[in-house]
């Protein structure tokens, strides 16, 4: 009897509590049988997106099924759907001007758009003929080195839809990605950017020049500043470039984020003073001939130093340039708001950004540090003053959207929290409420479109349908002089749509996660015009694939409802006990909870194949769309707030279905997720049981200022004197290292420069100092979304859970047969 009792001991010990269950055997194939280049196979088109054209109600779209892509154009009017050209007699005629052959189904179009009567179309066809590329000299000027010269020959073709001709483009335009460092201006005569941190102009006749080349000695530039420096530049922020590609590129001309006024006369831009802002840096470690360093700004929560954002004006009429008085909050923040570019003019090569107002007046935000205090303010040109329209505040912080200035800039449709719910409401330019829009416990998005005409405004919202699940969107109307909302698109599921300019028809793309997608054409009335297509997903279904279940359960406290979805094995067997992996997301700015059916299975879909339950969920703090308390939940609590709804959720379905194993609990995450994992395994160490944490900010006072101090929250401290300083303090998941039972997985990219690797390492590092055992992956040359790698980690995590949660110790083969399988040796 002693001797069964150690057996016993022994047996829980070696298996982390759950050696009692049977050991089971990893299904890796059926897991490879859904990998992503099997599924670009298997999933082809699954909404309609829609080209609105022009001059008429018309629209065009691509879709594509088993049977290959087809070009749709459609007539609302006369509900009539019909093909954009003959493919056979197309594809033979493209046949003989490129002299590769096509056929109709396999003819491989790209960049088709309509041309300006409406009734040609353009596209471009790869050839399988090397031509040495346009801009081979200036590649060989930058990198001596280089040796690929070559490159396949793009023919320009116009199709005349009426008569059905076809014609070669002898010598198309150079394309405008070559110049991503121009902004033009709205009427075409004027070209802003930046060079040496300074802001340059040139015109129209000297840009063509650049077009066709750069280097061009002759071309003449207008330099508008000179205080330019390094960290205090007027060039769009970003990063990532290693500090060898820095220095290369430091002499060329890069992009200045101006937006325009509609006259082209003026233009305003941000320019941010990071110059104090301490550094942060990544080793690409896998350079060649040898490492380099990037070196990049990175304000961290707490921090004194603090980027600083001014605003400047600038007018061509009078050639001066103006730094605007726009000092409110200490260490505050800018948005400046762009004008909406119409649903017309989506496939149009040159698309000027345009400030958001009119030639006397422009609109922006001003954010204090805290977040608790957001002004909506306009600069008034001729008077040049800030003028302030609506003041928020609030004791978490606030999110705004971008207004809607309409009725010849009398009035602004502005969106807000205020009374708990995102709301929307209707001012004069005065700042005086003339009314509230839209009104109830439910969440208004974003707006869609607004008829000024009929004054009109469409809008997107959910939670407003009883009886549906909360997140799931729908298109509604109100009228701006106040009544009743009015459901266009009902219907059980989630919604997104695309709206013509002018307003008379939408395109409704509907699925949930457990239906096949479908897209429908409804008027401004809600009135169904036609079907149009429903996707086909036939070898999909055909390669066993099964449908996830949605699923509700209470939160910790008893009584907040929460949605989740289920994945389960597509060889389920419901007398059989599986384990459960939640995979988390804490939010606050999304739930990573599919709603609609997609494309992206890796961590739901696939992970369950491997043999586990894999089950998402929100929870309490975790998502914008519900009521402003449901995302705030979170505030100052920014470790440990999600994670009571994440256990009570696998105990709550444990409980209602027999085949759940909650003694034997796996949950993963990435990013937040990352971070999320690795907390639910030392604060509930008895019952998570094994984790995969990829790119965690472990540690949030080491992540970016903006996210951690937004969403935990930041002590704003006024001394007596006047002087304003912050606090931040945050509980970090190293704290609690000595907690840690069951198995960890971290990973990260080593050059990560959104989540520092350091939030692994230092989460790593206290493992250690606690005597822990625990696992270590890092991914070389990878970023945050761990790129070409991705695949990698994916198998590297299903062995993880497939050992520690199914038992099965046999050692997966040194080779991923699972991914060489995909590949085509070819050396």
Known sequence: MKKIYLLLVLGMFLGQGFAQEPHTKGNYELAARFSPEKLKKMIFSINVDAHWLKKTDRFWYEYETTEGKNWYIVNPVTKTKTSLFDKDKLAAEITKVVKDPFDGQHLDITNLKFLEDENTIQFKIKSSQDIVKKDWAEIKAKNASAKDSLEKKTFVFRYDIGNQQLTEVKDPEEEAKRLAWANISPDSSKVVFAKNDNLFWMDKENFLKAVKDEKDSTIVEHQLTEDGEKDYGYSSSGRGDDNVEEEKKKNDRKRAGVLWSESSQQFIISRTDSRKVKDLWVIHNTRDPRPTLETYKYAMPGEKEQPVTELFHYSFGNEKMSKLDISTFKDQSLGIWSANIPAKNRDDEFKPVKWLGDENFFYFS????????????????????????????????????????????????????????????????????????????????????????????????????????????????????????????????????????????????????????????????????????????????????????????????????????????????????????????????????????????????????????????????????????????????????GLADKKATIEQLADRFSFIDKSRVGIHGHSGGGFMSTAAMLVYPDFFKVAVSSAGNHENNIYNRWWSEKHHGVKEIVTPKGDTTFVYQIERNPDLAKNLKGRLLLVTGDVDNNVHPANTIRMANALIKANKRFDFIILPGQRHGFGDMTEYFFWRMGDYYVQHLLGDNTPPPVDMLEIQREKALVK
């Open 366 to 641: 001003i954010t204090s540090r805290d977040l608790k205090k957001i002004d909506i303010c306009r600069w008034n040109i001729k008077d040049g003053k800030k003028e302030t329209i609506i003041e928020e505040r609030s004791n978490t912080y606030i999110d705004i959207t971008k207004p809607e200035i309409i009725n010849n800039g009398t009035e602004i449709i502005h969106w807000s929290e205020r009374d708990g719910w995102g709301h929307f409401y209707l001012y004069d330019t005065k700042g005086n409420l003339k009314r509230q829009l839209t009104s109830g416990p439910f969440h208004s998005e974003s707006i869609s479109k607004v008829d000024e005409k009929a004054r009109v405004l469409y809008f997107t919202a959910n939670g407003k349908e009883k009886g549906e699940d909360p997140y799931y969107e729908h298109l509604y109307k109100v009228s701006l002089n106040g009544g009743p909302i009015t459901l266009l698109n009902p219907g059980n599921f989630n919604h997104s749509i695309s709206i013509n300019d002018n307003t008379t028809y939408f395109v409704n793309n509907f699925s949930r996660v457990n239906t096949v997608p479908s897209s429908t054409l409804f008027d401004a009335m809600g009135r169904k015009v036609m079907d149009l297509e429903t996707a086909d997903l036939s070898s999909l279904f055909a390669a066993g694939y099964q449908f996830p279940e949605p699923f509700k359960v209470k939160a910790d406290d008893g009584y907040t409802d929460l949605f989740g979805v289920m994945y389960k094995p597509f060889d389920f067997d419901s007398t059989k006990s599986y384990p459960i992996i939640e995979y988390v997301y804490p939010g606050p700015q999304t739930e990573a909870v599919n709603k609609s059916f997609g494309r992206s299975m890796d961590r739901i879909d696939r992970l369950a194949q491997f043999g586990f339950v894999v089950v998402t969920v929100g929870n309490r703090g975790g998502h914008p769309g519900r009521s402003k308390w449901y995302h705030n939940y979170g505030y100052g609590n920014l470790r440990d707030y």
